[in-house]
Structures are given as C-alpha cells and as structure tokens.
C-alpha cells in the first residue's frame, strides 16, 4: 500500500532535507486540498495562487508563479528522488492522480496520493525519466498555459531544487548504482538520458564559477518585493560577478 511506501520513505529523508519529509503522503487531505488536475481551470489556479500572491502586491504573475513553482518542486523533489536513491522505487505521483494541500501562505505543502491505489506507481515509470514525463511536464506545460511564464524557467527552477535534493543524498556517491547513475544523467551530470525523459533537466544547468552548477536562465525571482536573487546559482548574478 502507498501509506507503508511513503512511510519507509520519510524515515530515509535526510534531516537536512526534514522541512519537506512529510510533503508526499497517502489519503485525501484536509477541506483545501484539491487534485492537480483542477488548476486547469484558469479560476481554480487563480484561487490557488491568490493566498501566495497575496504577500507581494501587484506583480508580474510569472515571477510569482515561478517563486511558487519552487515551493512545489522542492515538496515533490524531496520524498521522490529518496524513494529513487534509497528504495529503487518510483512514488505513485501520476500527475492526473496526485492531489496538492497548501499551507497557512499559500506555499505548496502536501502532495497526496490515493490511499487505495496499487503499490506499483500509477502512471509513473521507472526512474527520475519516469517523474519527469509523468509529473514534471504536465505540471511545467500547466504553468505554462495558465500564465505565459517559459517553460524554461520552470524547468531550470526544478532542475536546480532536484540537482540539490540528489545531492544531499549522495547521488554521486552511486549508492543504488543504476537508479543514481539515471538521476544523475537527468540532471545533466553524467552520460546523456536515455529518450527525452530527462532532456529538459539535463539542459537546464551549466557550470559556474567554483566548480558549481548555475541555472541558464534566471528565475526571475528578484524581482519580488523582500525576496533576494539566488545568488551564485543566476546567470545575471554570474554575469554582474564577470564583469
């Protein structure tokens, strides 16, 4: 059952990845929660975003989508990559099955998947490739359509949450060999993917200065009100540096 996966999964999360080990869990949620699926209705997105938004003022609803994306692909990242890395198992996180419960702020908390569905991930094939056809693009196209923001963007915001999350767990440590080795090719760190599962990933990040890794295209993020660029990780903080 997924409720027995999930939980073997939470006790893998590093400590240092804590803040988001509960994020994946199996049942319906509270009154809020709602199936992804919904936001493809322009006034359900609309009311999902409009407790985030809400902090910010009158801004460019791509920049605060972007930020918000952030929130959600570090709530999906955690638990899938340690069921990846630690399990070799792939979470049941059909994009059209999974269901999303946000906190007090609006910020993405919980994804939750049916209680009843089958051990074996629905809709979801092995691997990093798997999560990244079967979640990732529904998700980036569904931003995308509701708010023009390039996916792009999106795609540099996961590949950078996802490249930190596997490297907290030890990625490149090659602890399970094949399903780190595949992780690892998705995020563009070693040999090619296989198919186009993880091509948007792979070419989303590029070396920076220091030996680390730094998105290609900005996120957009400095340009909310009280919140700071990304630092090393921005091609425009890398470019200033140059300069």
Do not use: K
Not at 92 to 107: I, K, N, Q, V
Not at 214 to 229: K, Y
């Amino acid at each position: 059952m997924p409720d027995v996966l999930i939980a073997e999964v939470a006790a893998r999360v590093p400590d240092s990845l804590g803040a988001y080990r509960g994020s994946v869990v199996a049942g319906s949620g509270g009154p809020g929660a709602r199936p992804l699926t919904a936001l493809q209705d322009p006034a359900v997105f609309d009311a999902t975003l409009a407790a985030f938004g809400a902090g910010f003022g009158a801004v460019d609803r791509r920049i605060l989508v972007s930020y918000w994306s952030q929130f959600y692909f570090a709530a999906l990242a955690t638990p899938a990559l340690t069921a990846l890395v630690c399990l070799g198992r792939a979470l049941p996180l059909a994009f059209e099955a999974t269901s999303l419960e946000l906190d007090d702020a609006g910020r993405p908390a919980r994804l939750l998947v049916a209680a009843n569905a089958a051990q074996a991930p629905c809709g979801v094939a092995p691997g990093l490739g798997g999560l990244v056809e079967a979640h990732l693009a529904p998700f980036v196209a569904l931003c995308h359509r509701q708010c023009g923001l390039a996916p792009r963007v999106l795609w540099g915001n996961a590949a950078v949450i996802l490249d930190h999350v596997a490297g907290e767990l030890g990625v490149e440590l090659g602890r399970n060999v094949s399903a780190c080795a595949e992780i690892a090719a998705c995020l563009g760190r070693g040999a090619p993917p296989c198919g186009s599962g993880g091509m948007p990933l792979a070419r989303a990040l590029c070396p920076g200065a220091g030996g680390c890794r730094r998105r290609r295209v900005c996120c957009l993020r400095s340009g909310l009100p009280g919140v700071p660029s990304c630092g090393a990780l921005c091609p425009r903080e890398c470019g200033a540096g140059a300069s």
